[in-house]
């Protein structure tokens, strides 16, 4: 049996402590010396950006990034990052234990946590959650494929009051890294469940943005006051809250925490300038002026560091475009290769992000020592003649002397690139990549949307070339449903993904590079050796360099922007999506 011991924890459990009348375990949150967190103090408020409206309120009901960045201050997982490491550690359980062959998990709750409206937190939430939600292949942002190993189900029970266990089929060596998934309260969305009687879809209906802020209950540091539609997303500190600071001092330091929803990156910039808003991340193209404004004595400070996760961005083709000569040409690598030949990778990094981006991975951020291989050889070079020879190879020629190549069979090579508008670099990339590719005499036309729609088209087919990032995470298992041929994600190529949810892919669509991809990710998902699964991974690189699912275009730096109004901003390996230590966060 092995054990999670919290004495090999970085951040030690304080002793029991009688906490409104429960037997309760809060989280003492230390340790953080070395990123420059000090002791705070309680008081203040701060404001935050959101790129826009919040679709929903209710985190699995809609797939909504914004909606994300709001929910990690109201909910919990069971397991949670240490902020230096990242390595996963104690939340809402407070330990666990793993069988000795690996397909059993028992999580250990931590006792006398509440929910934001005094109501005990206990086992029965959980069950409540995975059942409902996560389990669930109707809730839109649930993550029903992670609960079927082999086409049997992963199944969960309730101990007791105050243990919870996993059973699987068999080993998954990254199933608990995985499990950081929100916890919802059954007390304030039974009706909504099938465990209430309700539909299984009826999930999603939970909590639309005009529901009272009383309905909306957590366990995470902060808990909703207010929702001005369009406008602000209002947060007060939660009392409730289960973390402590090293001297004991109930975390959050923060009274209130804001959301100002501001669409256009750079208004955002004009407002955290203004004051309005206290901390912002940044891009590249937008740390110059920023960092001047510093070094000249601006009330703020500009903080870089090398990305972990975040966001790199890729042009991915539509495999499966309506356009059957497109379909045929973007479903071959060949394609694929000469194109990527047409991506001025070096001239994007300076010009978009200033020099603060680096060249990708494939799928595996750099930085990720633990199961990046070094591939930027198959990244290749500017090279326009190289593009166009390819081209030439695969005959596709200007055959009509209109200075645009034609598609096998005469129609011209053009095709719309969808973006997102409202970005900060990305109108400026497109534009970089349709003036190269006209050069090379492909002819792109840009097709604009808003940022937030950018997955939706992907998922519905309604482009024939995307540009637009997916984040990167500590272990490839967490991105299998973005790179695994039929996963949830591999928009792409749509036509390999199962007919139903969590049934079998349509391996009969995939090609052999394809095919080999599947089986990695399968065979690296079950074995528990680590060199065997750095082995796999390491393989999947190469196949992805070599064939382009999509071709990575640059890795960002993380950079935050924070008002001299406030400590323990930590921005280490960059602010985790659903993980900002905002808790630790004072107003000095």
């Known amino acids: 049996m092995s054990t999670y011991s919290r004495s090999r924890s970085a951040l030690a459990l304080i002793s029991l402590a009688l906490l409104g009348g429960a037997l309760a375990a809060p989280k003492k949150v230390d340790g953080y010396a070395p990123l420059g967190v000090v002791k705070g103090k309680a008081g203040g408020n701060m404001t935050l950006a959101l790129g826009d409206a919040p679709q929903s309120l209710f985190y699995y009901g809609v797939i909504d990034n914004n909606l994300g960045l709001i929910s990690q201050q109201l909910f919990d997982g069971l397991v949670e990052f240490n902020y230096a490491t990242y390595k996963i550690e104690p939340a809402l359980a407070e330990s666990w234990t793993i069988s000795e062959g690996g397909k059993v998990y028992t999580f250990k709750l931590r006792q006398g946590v509440k929910w934001s409206d005094g109501q005990a937190f206990n086992a029965d939430d959980v069950i409540f959650t995975y059942k409902n939600m996560i389990m669930n292949p109707e809730a839109r942002?649930?993550?029903?494929?992670?609960?079927?190993?082999?086409?049997?189900?992963?199944?969960?029970?309730?101990?007791?009051?105050?243990?919870?266990?996993?059973n699987l089929p068999r080993a998954a060596p990254a199933f608990l890294l995985q499990q950081r998934y929100f916890i919802m309260p059954q007390h304030k969305l039974l009706k909504f469940s099938q465990d209430g009687g309700a539909k299984a879809a009826d999930i999603n209906n939970a909590w639309p943005t005009n529901v009272a802020p009383t309905e909306v209950v957590g366990t995470?540091?902060?808990?909703?006051?207010?929702?001005?539609?369009?406008?602000?997303?209002?947060?007060?500190?939660?009392?409730?809250?289960?973390?402590?600071?090293?001297?004991?001092?109930?975390?959050?330091?923060?009274?209130?925490?804001?959301?100002?929803?501001?669409?256009?990156?750079?208004?955002q910039v004009a407002q955290f300038l203004a004051g309005n808003l206290d901390q912002l991340n940044i891009s590249g193209a937008q740390f110059p002026d920023l960092k001047s404004k510093e070094v000249a004595g601006a009330p703020f400070k500009v903080v870089r560091s090398t990305?972990?996760?975040?966001?790199?961005?890729?042009?991915?083709?539509?495999?499966?475009?309506?356009?059957?000569?497109?379909?045929?040409?973007?479903?071959?690598?060949?394609?694929?290769?000469?194109?990527?030949?047409?991506?001025?990778?070096?001239?994007?990094?300076?010009?978009?992000?200033?020099?603060?981006?680096?060249?990708?991975?494939?799928?595996?951020?750099?930085?990720?020592?633990?199961?990046y291989v070094n591939t930027r050889a198959q990244l290749g070079k500017f090279d326009l003649a190289a593009a166009g020879k390819a081209l030439d190879a695969l005959n596709v020629k200007d055959t009509d002397g209109?200075?645009?190549?034609?598609?096998?069979?005469?129609?011209?090579?053009?095709f719309d690139m969808t973006y997102g508008t409202d970005s900060s670099v990305y109108p400026a990339i497109a534009t970089?990549?349709?003036?190269?590719?006209?050069?090379?005499?492909?002819?792109?036309?840009?097709?604009?949307?808003?940022?937030?729609?950018?997955?939706?088209?992907?998922?519905?087919?309604?482009?024939?070339?995307?540009?637009?990032?997916?984040?990167?995470?500590?272990?490839p298992e967490l991105r299998k449903p973005i790179w695994q041929p039929g996963g949830a994600l591999y928009y792409w190529h749509r036509s390999t993904q199962p007919?139903?949810?969590?049934?079998?892919?349509?391996?009969?669509?995939?090609?052999?590079?394809?095919?080999?991809?599947?089986?990695?990710?399968?065979?690296?998902?079950?074995?528990?050796?680590?060199?065997?699964?750095?082995a796999l991974y390491t393989r999947w690189q190469l196949l992805f360099a070599q064939n382009l699912p999509v071709t990575p275009i640059a890795k960002p730096e993380n950079i935050g922007a924070i008002s001299n109004k406030y400590g323990n901003y930590i921005y280490n390996l960059g602010v985790i999506p659903g993980y900002n230590p905002v808790p630790l966060i004072f107003q000095k």
């Open 307 to 371: 990305a972990l996760f975040g966001s790199p961005p890729f042009l991915a083709y539509n495999f499966d475009a309506k356009d059957a000569g497109l379909s045929k040409l973007f479903s071959d690598a060949r394609f694929r290769r000469a194109m990527q030949f047409a991506v001025d990778r070096e001239r994007i990094i300076d010009t978009v992000y200033n020099g603060l981006a680096s060249l990708p991975g494939h799928g595996i951020a750099p930085v990720n020592t633990q199961w």
């Open 402 to 414: 209109d200075g645009v190549r034609n598609v096998p069979g005469g129609k011209d090579l053009e």
């Open 141 to 166: 942002a649930g993550d029903a494929g992670n609960f079927k190993l082999d086409g049997q189900n992963i199944t969960i029970k309730k101990v007791d009051a105050n243990t919870v266990q996993f």
């Open 220 to 267: 995470g540091p902060f808990k909703l006051s207010a929702y001005t539609a369009g406008q602000k997303v209002s947060l007060v500190r939660n009392p409730n809250y289960w973390k402590v600071d090293g001297g004991g001092t109930q975390l959050p330091y923060l009274n209130a925490l804001d959301f100002l929803i501001i669409r256009d990156p750079q208004a």
């Open 499 to 534: 007919a139903t949810d969590g049934g079998t892919p349509n391996l009969a669509k995939m090609a052999p590079w394809e095919k080999e991809i599947y089986n990695i990710f399968n065979e690296a998902a079950t074995t528990t050796v680590a060199s065997k699964r750095k």
């Open 432 to 475: 970089i990549l349709q003036s190269d590719f006209k050069k090379l005499g492909v002819k792109v036309n840009l097709r604009g949307v808003l940022s937030s729609k950018l997955f939706s088209t992907g998922m519905a087919g309604d482009y024939e070339a995307l540009l637009a990032a997916f984040g990167d995470q500590p272990d």
